[in-house]
């Protein structure tokens, strides 16, 4: 019966996993440790972070079973792959008190905690193993280079690579992969290209993570044909090419605009026994809105469907934005109204994206129809779908409305940001309301925030004309370096392109 609940908690079953237990009690056997620890694992795996907890707090509370470091490994990896390593190390922490902690226990909180950037407190417990005889082995090292690399500190890195030598322990498969990533990851596409001959004339292996990485590096930075080159590479050298190595070639073509390149790609992996995945589908159906070829996108979209994938989050959000470029805001609205009547989970990107395509239209009746609608559809706003509203109003002189909208935004708790005070800004000078510019102007830069380089350069517009110079001079003037700030002073007219560009280099310095 354990075994049969191992099957559906991996095949994503937990319900029915528990159903099997319903049994145990039915036929007078006791479930054990690997029962439980099984359910646990399967709740983890489906994201039911708050039931695995509740679980393994009855477990303990009602002494279901005897606790092994098997069952707080479980509990301890789960946690830290849901990204809640705090818990984590409480867990650890009760752990350490009663049993004998293995190296994998402290590994599964150490590489969590590299993931989540917390590099320093990943080295603490590197020590705390240390002081309490636990030996780190290879996958400690691994993580704490890795961890230390995303960080770009280099030389911890080098230190900790010497110690690991100096204790004997080899740097495997994952400690090379994991250092080839980091770096591709920092642009150092080069230097890892000589971290993978090292790894070779050591003997060690790459596998196809490793040339993933590599690949990735290359198409970031846009050097397409060695990406080619190393993805064409791996069938000589009998290593598989996964889904993720089409995916990321895929995706580098279509960053660089070579939409026929992808396409290539993508019909090619049927014939070599790939199937393409939903990222497949959503990179894909990126580049071609991208390239303004909305109707092959609508057909990929289509063939998403009829091979048996369920579009997501990103798919939709690709597709409502990519139809809004491309001039096809009508279709966005009929996709949204089809999402509505199939009871789709609606997210309010999905408004936010439709509603920036009709503003951007010129119909802001319609967008403002749709943002009075959110709240019967159970979605609140976001900061986004603000912004989208404030920028339409301003567009079309409703400067009033606008600063309603600043005003509401702020009273359900949604704090503006930078691009909701440039927005305003910019519609008040443009709209001739130049103290109520002003008074936005200086409550953005109280909040910290900046203006964008389109503020500026409006600013510095309007300083060379004559009838509202001084409230923009004094805007300008709160942006100048004082050394900067006698030439200004020489009148109310400095206000030739000459010395308007001057003030501009000013600024940029």
Not at 107 to 128: H, P, Q, R, T
Not at 141 to 161: D, F, P, T
Request: net charge neutral; proline share 3%.
């Amino acid at each position: 019966m354990t075994v049969s609940i191992n099957c559906y908690c991996l095949s994503n079953r937990v319900d029915y996993g528990f159903s099997i237990l319903g049994w145990f009690f039915k036929r007078g056997c006791v479930p054990n440790v690997f029962t439980f620890s099984t359910l646990l694992k399967g709740l983890f795996r489906e994201n039911r972070i708050n039931e695995a907890q509740g679980l393994f707090r009855k477990m303990v509370k009602e002494e279901l079973c005897e606790l092994s470091v098997v069952t707080y490994g479980t509990v301890i990896d789960g946690l830290c792959k849901a990204g809640n390593t705090p818990m984590a190390i409480e867990m650890l922490r009760v752990m350490e008190k009663g049993r004998s902690c293995k190296p994998n226990v402290y590994n599964m909180v150490i590489d969590s905690l590299c993931k989540d950037k917390m590099i320093d407190s990943a080295l603490k417990l590197f020590d705390e193993m240390s002081d309490k005889g636990i030996p780190p082995d290879v996958v400690t090292y691994s993580a704490l280079i890795c961890g230390l690399c995303n960080l770009s500190r280099w030389s911890e890195a080098k230190m900790l690579i010497k110690k690991m030598i100096d204790c004997k322990i080899r740097p495997n498969v994952w400690t090379f992969s994991a250092l080839i990533d980091a770096l591709c990851k920092e642009g150092l596409v080069d230097e890892a290209k000589d971290v993978l001959d090292i790894m070779k004339q050591q003997n060690v292996n790459p596998d196809v993570i490793t040339y993933n990485s590599l690949m990735d590096g290359y198409c970031l930075q846009g050097r397409m044909d060695e990406a080619r080159n190393v993805f064409d590479s791996l069938s000589g050298m009998n290593v598989a090419l996964s889904i993720r190595s089409y995916n990321i070639l895929i995706n580098g073509y279509c960053k660089k605009m070579k939409i026929d390149d992808a396409m290539r790609i993508f019909h090619e992996m049927p014939r070599k026994g790939v199937k393409p995945n939903v990222t497949t589908y959503n990179t894909i159906l990126k580049g071609l809105f991208r390239g303004g070829r909305f109707s092959d996108a609508l057909e990929i979209f289509d063939e998403l469907q009829a091979v048996g994938l369920k579009p997501d989050f990103y798919t939709y959000c690709n597709m409502l934005d990519g139809l809004c470029k491309n001039g096809q805001v009508e279709r966005a609205l009929l996709l949204l109204d089809a999402l509505e009547r199939k009871g789709e989970y609606l997210h309010i990107q999905y408004y936010s994206i439709v509603m920036d395509g009709l503003v951007k239209a010129k119909n802001l009746d319609a967008a403002r129809a749709i943002f009075k609608d959110l709240a019967s559809k159970g979605l609140e706003p976001n900061v986004v779908t603000y912004n989208t509203m404030i920028n339409g109003c301003c567009q079309n002189r409703l400067l009033e409305e606008a600063k309603d909208l600043l005003l509401k935004m702020e009273q359900t708790c949604l704090l503006p940001n930078e691009f909701t005070y440039n927005i305003i800004v910019k519609g008040n000078l443009k709209g001739g309301k130049y103290e109520d510019a002003e008074e936005l102007f200086e409550e953005m830069c109280a909040k910290g925030f900046s203006p964008e380089a389109s503020t500026l350069e409006l600013l510095v517009d309007l300083l060379g004309t004559t009838e509202h110079n001084p409230t923009i001079f004094k805007m300008i003037q709160k942006l100048v370096p004082n050394a900067s700030k006698q030439k200004l002073r020489a009148g109310e007219h400095v206000c030739q392109s000459s010395e308007n560009e001057e003030i501009i280099n000013e600024l940029c310095v």
